[in-house]
């Protein structure tokens, strides 16, 4: 399989009045076609500003960031909050990167309706945010996202402002959404479950400066989703080598929490 993403060598530190953050230090990755891609670390070692970097919202201070596509937006971003803007609709917050990029055409258009449909939220189009429930709110988000048609989709944890079961749930949808349309993500969290549970490998970063301690791929059979992988054997094997990996760093305490 071919690479979509390729990260050499990269290293970025926040440089402020006060004082010098070094947030990421050599890092080296690549992701191929298709791929999802989990990133686990402790909370502050680096996971948004590595997202930011890959989005090209910032530049890196050492090392190379390709992207091997001919698309014309190839990148998707979605985070915490779904930013959604309560004053329009479903539909009209879904265009809002159509209307930004001034590809508000016909076609377009009917793709973002086609996907509201769907994704479960034909009789919602006409609605505010605010009236709908969190999961739906992110679907929301996640088709804005796709109306530009990106071929890598960014993942900040998205999923960790929902309650605990609708976390899962949405996270299930989201990975079933994008593994349908054949795209390739990165995902980044503090979640080592969910870390698992969606990636097809899941890196481990250092607390800051953020470093790949561990790149493992995770095999569940072909038959794999979020949610069945949960009560997989190999699951909390994975999850103990990941578990003992991040122990072993500095800033973790011993009841998971960073
Ligand atoms: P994460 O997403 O893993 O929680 P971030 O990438 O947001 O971490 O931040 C990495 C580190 O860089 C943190 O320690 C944070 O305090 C620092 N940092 C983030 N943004 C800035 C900024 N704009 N200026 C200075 N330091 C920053
Ligand atoms: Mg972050």
Redo the contacts with the bound molecule.
């Keep these: 399989m071919a690479a979509l993403l390729s990260v050499h060598d990269l290293c970025y530190t ?3 009045p006060k004082a010098d ?1 070094p ?2 230090a050599d890092i080296s990755f690549s992701v191929e076609k298709g791929e999802f891609v989990s990133i686990v ?10 997202l ?1 970097l890959v989005a090209g919202l910032a530049i890196p201070d050492q090392g190379h960031i390709t992207l091997h596509t001919q698309a014309s937006h190839p990148v998707g971003y979605m985070f915490q909050r779904d930013h959604l803007l309560e004053w329009r609709s479903i539909f009209s917050n879904a265009c809002l990167g159509l209307e930004i990029r001034g590809a508000m055409n016909d076609k377009n258009q009917e793709n973002v309706r086609q996907m509201l449909r769907q994704y479960g939220l034909g009789d919602f189009m006409e609605h505010r945010p605010s009236q709908l429930s969190g999961g739906m709110r992110q679907r929301a988000a996640l088709v804005r996202t796709l109306a530009l048609q990106p071929e890598l989709l960014l993942l ?2 998205p999923f960790s402002a929902l309650d605990y079961q609708t976390r899962i749930t949405v996270a299930d949808e989201i990975w079933q959404i994008l593994r349908q349309s054949g795209k390739t993500a990165v995902l ?1 969290t ?1 979640d080592i479950s969910e870390a698992i549970s969606l990636g097809d490998r899941v890196m481990v ?1 250092s607390a ?1 400066p ?1 470093r790949i301690m561990y790149d493992i791929r995770t095999d569940f059979g072909p038959d794999r989703t979020p949610l069945s992988v949960r009560s997989h054997p190999a699951f909390q094997t994975y999850f103990q080598q990941i578990w003992q990996a991040m122990v072993q760093m500095e800033g973790v305490d011993h009841h998971g929490k960073s």
């Design positions: 926040y440089h402020t953050t947030a990421l670390g402790p909370s502050g070692c680096g996971k948004s500003t590595l930011s900040d944890e980044v503090h970063l800051r953020g």
